[in-house]
């Protein structure tokens, strides 16, 4: 039995990536974040759709094809299409904000 809160450090001096299962068909992900954000300039174009939840802290997202930031609390959550641009414009700097993210080939769909 393992728990998604446990060894959540407060200080990171980069994020932390913890793959929690991995299949060819999908890969889980638990991201502590503290603090960290895309560096000025990248933004992430992945191949894979990815679906997002935030468990705890808080974040702010930039997508490149839309003029306002997506602010992320604790319980939301919304998939990525894959070659959807985007970055971590912040994340909570008083709290560790905890993700979890799901990675999907893009030839298979799930419903919002």
């Given at each position: ?87 971590v ?22 419903a919002?």
């Amino acid at each position: 039995m393992n728990n998604l809160f446990d060894n959540l450090p407060r200080n990171l001096p980069e994020e932390i990536l913890e793959t929690l299962v991995e299949t060819p068909d999908i890969r889980i992900v638990r991201i502590v974040s503290n603090g960290q954000s895309s560096p000025p300039g990248f933004w992430y174009d992945q191949c894979e759709h990815e679906w997002i939840v935030l468990l705890s802290g808080s974040a702010t997202l930039q997508f490149c094809d839309r003029d306002t930031d997506v602010p992320l609390r604790p319980g939301d959550h919304l998939k990525i299409p894959a070659r959807q641009k985007h970055r971590v414009r912040s994340t909570s700097t008083t709290e560790p904000t905890t993700w979890l993210a799901i990675f999907y080939p893009a030839i298979h769909e799930v419903a919002d």
